[in-house]
């Protein structure tokens, strides 16, 4: 089993930026695909970002291209989503995924993908 857990999550207003981490433990991932994913309220979970095994392949939302940034630190087991020139549209909870396939194919923007789920953390953006 794999356990995530996000953090970083807060208020900003529109133009500001956070960072947000998923730390992963109970085996290594390493070999894994991590993605990330945001639900805002009445929506369904919406892809954001991924990112293939070793880190040389990041693969984005059209809707963040250009301001977000996946990446990991496999050392540390973590994987982090640099959120830069936020939107309120970009209000909504966060969430950190794992899959056992380490190479990233059309399907990781499909939630069903993705075996293994952090809680979540809250981004709020303020207009």
């Known amino acids: 089993q794999v356990q995530l857990v996000e953090s970083g999550g807060g208020m900003v207003q529109a133009g500001g930026s956070l960072r947000l981490s998923c730390a992963a433990s109970g085996r290594p991932v390493s070999s894994y695909a991590m993605g990330w994913f945001a639900q805002a309220p009445g929506k369904e979970r919406e892809f954001v970002a991924a990112?293939?095994?070793?880190?040389?392949?990041?693969y984005y939302a059209d809707s963040v291209k250009g301001r977000f940034t996946i990446s990991r630190d496999n050392a540390k087991s973590t994987v982090y989503l640099q959120m830069n020139n936020l939107k309120p549209e970009d209000t909504a909870v966060y969430f950190c995924a794992a899959d056992s396939q380490g190479t990233l194919t059309r399907m990781v923007v499909e939630s069903t993908y993705w075996h293994y789920w952090g809680q979540g953390t809250q981004v709020t953006v303020s207009s």
């Open positions: 990112i293939n095994y070793n880190g040389d392949v990041p």
